[in-house]
């Protein structure tokens, strides 16, 4: 999940790196040592600065300073501070093989690869972990640190034809551009909700996922992620089927809770409206994706848009925890694909705690009847209830995505 960053700089302080203390530089929360960059870079098409987060929330540089005389490569790993405690930077030796360079050291598990989209792309342990990374110049990163060193994306505003409350409402986008001229075709992809709803402070964080992005970039796609009203910093109240007591969450009724998915929808084709304005996307169908609420919301707009859309990826999608949750709400919505009769996506993890795999099951056989032409993959990943966050480990669907991708081309 991208976070708003706090006005980086750089700053030199003692730090101890690897087994010695020397002066090091801050890029943000990211400690760098003070002689980073110093050797000659070699040819590798590894070589050099490279900036990004993982897993969207912690941020993180490579830095490979060039090939030593051994054939290995010089590494500088850093990252920034997260709960477990501050920032930190070592050196280390990795070997390049199969186009991948992996941490010669066996006790630290990570490797990276290169994309066909001119990112990097990291995965730390046992698939635990996954970053995508840009290629940086250090001495703009170290001289003029900006806010947006670390996120691949771009937040932009969209003007849309919303209002409330007789004013004019912006929202959030995060927009991940392919390499080219374009104009591209064009992909969105929702979020879901916060939880239970009743922490206020989750509504401003910005949501978007870099690999997800990075694999459409690959195939062509310009790639947003619109924030609806109130989400994300963008303009409005969120307003997605709250109780009548704001403060106890999303409401389980299911006359509070459908409205609030048909002012999401809204916000969506608000969101596809203004985004197909911009010089940079072709005109044509349209791929729609989405996390939890957001795989409901692109249901929903496949079916209120059946002739603009190309296919829908649908991630763990549901509006309301079928433990709480009026049992009319999820088979409503989704029977709203309506006349969409394109290829939808369905990615679900097995235990997971909103939605078991029969419900989800039940959800999806909704769209049974209107032709659609659907598929459902079945993850199981690592840890015991994790299921509702498939869409962070994507080595188990990526293959899967770049079939589906293959097949709508």
Do not use: C
């Not at 070997?95 to 989209?117: H, Q």
């Not at 970039?217 to 924030?227: H, I, R, Y």
């Not at 409206?273 to 729609?288: F, H, N, Q, T, Y």
Request: no cysteine; charged share 20%; aromatic share 10%.
């Amino acid at each position: 999940m991208l976070q708003s960053l706090a006005r980086l700089s750089a700053v030199l302080i003692f730090f101890a790196g690897g087994a010695s203390a020397q002066e090091a530089i801050f890029v943000g929360d990211v400690p760098l040592p003070g002689d980073a960059g110093t050797l000659a870079p070699g040819e590798a098409a590894f070589s050099g600065t490279w900036a990004g987060r993982w897993g969207n929330r912690r941020n993180h540089i490579l830095i490979v300073e060039g090939l030593g005389n051994d054939g290995l490569a010089n590494v500088i790993y850093a990252v920034g501070g997260d709960m477990n405690g501050p920032g930190r930077w070592f050196r280390r030796k990795a070997r390049i093989e199969d186009k991948t360079l992996v941490f010669a050291d066996d006790g630290f598990p990570a490797r990276y690869s290169l994309s066909a989209s001119g990112r990097m792309r990291g995965v730390f342990a046992d698939n635990k972990g996954f970053a995508i990374l840009e290629r940086q110049e250090l001495s703009e990163l170290i001289s003029s640190p900006a806010e947006d060193w670390f996120a691949l994306g771009d937040v932009e505003r969209l003007e849309t034809e919303l209002v409330e409350d007789g004013r004019d409402i912006e929202l959030s986008v995060v927009v991940y551009r392919p390499e080219g001229e374009g104009p591209f075709p064009l992909a969105i992809i929702h979020h879901g909700s916060t939880g239970h709803g009743k922490h206020a402070s989750d509504f401003d964080q910005i949501w978007a996922n870099d690999w997800l992005a990075d694999l459409l970039n690959e195939s062509g796609w310009l790639v947003a992620f619109p924030q609806r009203r109130g989400r994300g910093l963008s303009d409005g109240l969120y307003d997605e089927g709250f109780a009548e007591v704001r403060s106890q969450g999303y409401s389980p009724k299911a006359a509070l809770s459908l409205p609030g998915a048909e002012r999401a929808l809204t916000d969506a084709n608000a969101a596809l409206a203004a985004l197909k304005k911009r010089p940079d996307v072709a005109s044509g169908p349209v791929l729609l994706g989405g996390q939890s609420r957001g795989g409901v919301v692109a249901i929903m707009q496949a079916g209120h848009n059946p002739n603009e859309v190309s296919g829908v990826i649908n991630f763990v999608g549901g509006w309301v925890s079928e433990k709480w949750g009026d049992s009319a709400i999820n088979p409503t919505l989704f029977r709203r694909i309506g006349s969409f009769g394109g290829p939808v996506l369905s990615i679900y993890g097995t235990q997971d705690p909103f939605y078991s795999v029969e419900h989800s099951k039940s959800n999806l056989a909704e769209m049974e009847p209107f032709e659609v032409k659907s598929h459902l993959h079945m993850v199981k990943l690592p840890g015991y209830g994790n299921g509702h966050w498939a869409i962070a480990m994507p080595v188990f669907w990526e293959d899967v995505l770049g079939e589906f991708l293959e097949s709508i081309d």
